[in-house]
């Protein structure tokens, strides 16, 4: 079982995505991902999240809100991952060049446009349309999303 992280950062109607092109044998490589990463030990939910913003930006956020916990059984190399789901709308900083791919705002109403994860699409509208938190339960086989199931609070 693997502990991550995903945060999308907020800034007048954009969320700041990472175009994952550089990294070899990436399983989100050509994909459009917010930012985040695996858990380091000792680490909350909170740590993660602001420590692999800042190292993949340059941006320090602050106060990020949890916004729902992804379930995604045998995902890669059949490992189970658990994602804790943040969005940040306070930040300090300058981005500078990530070394996992290309940084950019991408206005919300084009999500649907670029290369994404399809889970990615309906998590990204649920933290939209919805106030509270929200549970996944994403299945997919052989990187393509077979079904999904989802609880909100």
């Known amino acids: 079982m693997l502990l991550g ?5 907020e800034k007048n109607d954009t969320y700041l995505m990472l175009h994952r092109i550089k990294k070899e044998n990436d399983i989100h490589k050509g994909l459009w991902v917010g930012l985040g990463g695996k858990f380091e030990p000792g680490e909350s939910p909170e740590d ?7 190292e993949e930006s340059g941006l320090s956020i602050q106060n990020p809100q949890l916004r729902g916990i992804l379930t995604f059984p045998g995902f890669a190399n059949e490992e189970d991952w658990y ?9 300090t900083g300058e981005l500078k060049e990530c070394k996992e791919g290309k940084l950019a705002w991408i206005d ?10 399809a889970g990615d699409k309906y998590f ?3 933290v939209d349309r919805h106030d509270g938190i929200f549970s996944a339960k994403y299945i997919y086989k052989e990187n393509v999303l077979q079904d999904y199931k989802v609880v909100f609070y």
């Open 5 to 9: 992280t995903l945060c999308y950062v």
């Open 48 to 54: 993660c999240v602001m420590r692999e913003v800042y």
């Open 83 to 91: 994602v804790f789901l943040f969005t940040a709308t306070e930040f």
């Open 108 to 117: 919300k109403s084009k999500l649907n446009q670029l290369p994404m994860h």
């Open 124 to 126: 990204l509208e649920w």
